[in-house]
């Protein structure tokens, strides 16, 4: 009888350390993952994922260029058809309204004649009053022959008694300036030059453009410039091409001859 107890708890403890065992190998197959935290980062697993995941690649598709799908949030949203119409809709809008603003500023006749020809603004500012005041004329000719370096100073401006209403002034030994007065206005200015060498033509044409100053405050240096080459003065003061001749420059009336051994040039007002 004592055997057979003894036989019965052998055989027990046999079971016991053989589910023992069985179990540990259980644990070990069912819990890889306790043994190693770090299997699921591996790579390997990743790959396998992603293997299962990736969608293929159309040939005008790079790998690092992103895929659409056919459930493109895009596509179904409808935001590709509501906004083009709007931005057809307001070039709709803004093209006819440029268009407008065109039409609306199509120049009439007024601002047609304000491009073509000189304003009277313009005019005005070229042009002196008809009546050009005899006082303090000496004054304002000295200030023009400052301002010109010229030294065609007036030293005495002296009445001609033989005829009334005209003073002379003896610019240089070789200029002559005489003014017309009628009523205490300037009818007229003349300059008799006579000329021996080049330094009494640039002396000479010096006193013509004092004459254009005086009468047309404003006038710009080119178009003293102008004025001259009208005359037939060339480069260098050339006179050579410089012929008798008359002319009317805005409201005045000038006239240019050739004398012995010099030129008149004169600018009286057209009423005259």
Known sequence: MPNF????????LIF???SACTKGEQDENTQPSNRNPYLNLSTEVQDEGNNEQQLP???????????????????NSGQVDTQVPNDHNS???????????????VPNETEQEQITTPSS?????????????????????NAITEEQFS???????????????TYEARLTNKINLNVYVNDKYIQKLEIISFIDNKNDVFQMLSGWQQVINILHPT???????????????????????????????????????????????????NNL
Do not use: C
């Not at 037939?232 to 051994?261: H, K, Q, R």
């Open 5 to 12: 107890i003894k036989a019965i708890i052998s055989l027990t």
């Open 16 to 18: 016991m350390v053989i």
């Open 151 to 165: 030294e065609l100073y007036i030293e005495k401006l002296a009445k001609v008694s033989d005829k009334e209403g």
């Open 219 to 269: 006038i710009e240096i080119h178009d003293v410039d102008t004025f001259f080459s009208q005359i037939g003065i060339g480069p260098d003061a050339d006179l050579s091409n410089v012929e008798a001749v008359s002319f009317t420059y805005y409201e005045l009336y000038y006239e240019v001859s050739p004398i012995e051994n010099g030129y008149l040039f004169s600018a009286k007002f």
């Open 121 to 141: 603004q313009e005019q005005e500012d070229t042009t002196i009053s008809t009546e050009l005041p005899f006082q303090n004329f000496k004054e304002r000719w």
């Open 91 to 105: 070039l709709q809008q803004t093209i006819p309204e440029a268009k407008a603003l065109e039409e609306e500023h």
């Open 57 to 75: 690649i159309k040939e005008n598709q790079t790998e690092d260029s992103p895929l659409l799908t056919e459930e493109s949030p895009l596509e």
